[in-house]
């Protein structure tokens, strides 16, 4: 391509044209794009990943180490499969441990039967990504092992992700809306409603984070079920993250509202909501997505430490937090060192997203 085609083409492409153009050429960025929506693809249909039911405990399945997958055959045939568990228990320390049974393999199948569900809380089904030919995968498949009541890791970990995936997603959403909005109306209008929104902003960042979770966990009623606390979880999280973007956005606004282009489109009678979020907001689109990268992590970051701390979700809810309680325990993990493979997610997600924010940020510059 000519140097004159490739400046026509960048002479007429769009401003997401233009932001795709200049993302391609991050290739860690692309790499942790595709990561990222790997996870919210497993978020999405976990429980169909899940192959045994998260709250199915069995006394007898207690502290299984993890199983692996033997894909071929003695004969050398390609045939997924894994060995049954044979228990025994040690007549000195009396502790159960399980052994493989060669004589006994179990052949995988994909899209095999399971628990029940509902596909996207609509389609009840029962099929699952994972299953057993002989026998139920609770009995027999244990990818990551199980933990002290039984419970399967790897299907509550696929569970749990998408519960902190979720609160990240919808927390982030609801900030980025507060934020936009306060902080575009308290720059554009000033006055009695600047004043009023920046004392509120400095009333809440004057709280201390910690107390202030524990205040609001506390106020949360041990009866509520576990939805009730997912979503005041979310409500929580996104009250106190929207007021650093609000006091961006202000700046922004104050430095842009006297511009030619602002008062252009009042004359043209614009509305205010049309000016913010059609005029103005684009006009700093690459700062609000490096303050939405670092947020979305942010917030996935404080609903495990508030699950983890116990001020957040609690059992039954699962969560990266919650499952992460279970391995806060020493003597938890000298019997069970494979729980701790709940934080790899947590480590990946959060430097997925903030490599995703800077390629993504370093795109919609319009000065890169």
């Known amino acids: 391509m000519s140097d004159v085609t490739a400046e026509s083409r960048v002479a007429i492409a769009s401003q997401r044209q233009l932001i795709w153009w200049r993302f391609r050429k991050h290739k860690l960025a692309l790499v942790s794009a595709t990561i990222v929506l790997l996870f919210y693809l497993v978020a999405a249909f976990a429980d169909t990943i899940a192959y045994s039911a998260p709250f199915d405990t069995e006394a007898a399945r207690s502290y299984i180490p993890p199983q692996p997958i033997h894909w071929f055959d003695a004969e050398g045939h390609f045939r997924p499969h894994v060995f049954a568990l044979k228990g025994k228990r040690d007549p000195r320390t009396f502790k159960l441990a399980y052994a493989p049974d060669p004589s006994e393999p179990r052949d995988l199948v994909l899209f095999g039967h399971g628990y029940g569900y509902k596909l996207f809380g609509l389609f009840p089904t029962d099929r699952h990504l994972l299953g057993v030919s002989n026998g139920r995968p609770q009995d027999a498949l244990f ?10 890791v790897f299907s509550r970990l696929v569970l749990a992700t998408q519960t902190s995936l979720t609160i990240g997603l919808v927390g982030v959403t609801l900030s980025l809306l507060l934020g936009i909005l306060l902080g575009g109306i308290s720059g554009l209008y000033g006055g009695w409603l600047d004043l009023g929104i920046q004392r509120l902003i400095e009333i809440l960042r004057s709280i201390p984070t910690i107390p202030l979770w524990m205040g609001l966990a506390a106020a949360v009623p041990n009866t509520w079920s576990s939805q009730k606390v997912y979503f005041a979880i979310t409500i929580i999280i996104s009250l106190i ?47 609000i997505i490096a303050a939405v990268s670092l947020a979305l992590p942010a917030m996935i970051i404080s609903e495990t430490t508030l699950s983890f701390l116990g001020l957040g979700l609690r059992p039954p809810a699962i969560s990266w937090g919650v499952l992460l309680q279970d391995a806060q325990n020493l003597q938890t993990l000298g019997l069970a060192p494979w729980l701790l493979v709940v ?26």
């Open 143 to 152: 990818l990551l092992g199980t933990d002290q009541l039984g419970r399967d």
């Open 241 to 287: 993250g929207w007021t650093e973007l609000a006091r961006v956005v202000r700046g922004r606004f104050l430095a842009l509202r006297e511009e030619d282009f602002i008062t252009a489109a009042e004359l043209c009678g614009a509305s205010r909501m049309r000016i913010i979020f059609k005029h103005m907001v684009p006009s700093f689109l690459s700062h």
């Open 343 to 368: 934080a790899l997610p947590v480590i990946v997600v959060i430097l997925a997203f903030n490599f995703l924010g800077d390629g993504l940020r370093d795109a919609a510059d319009p000065y890169g």
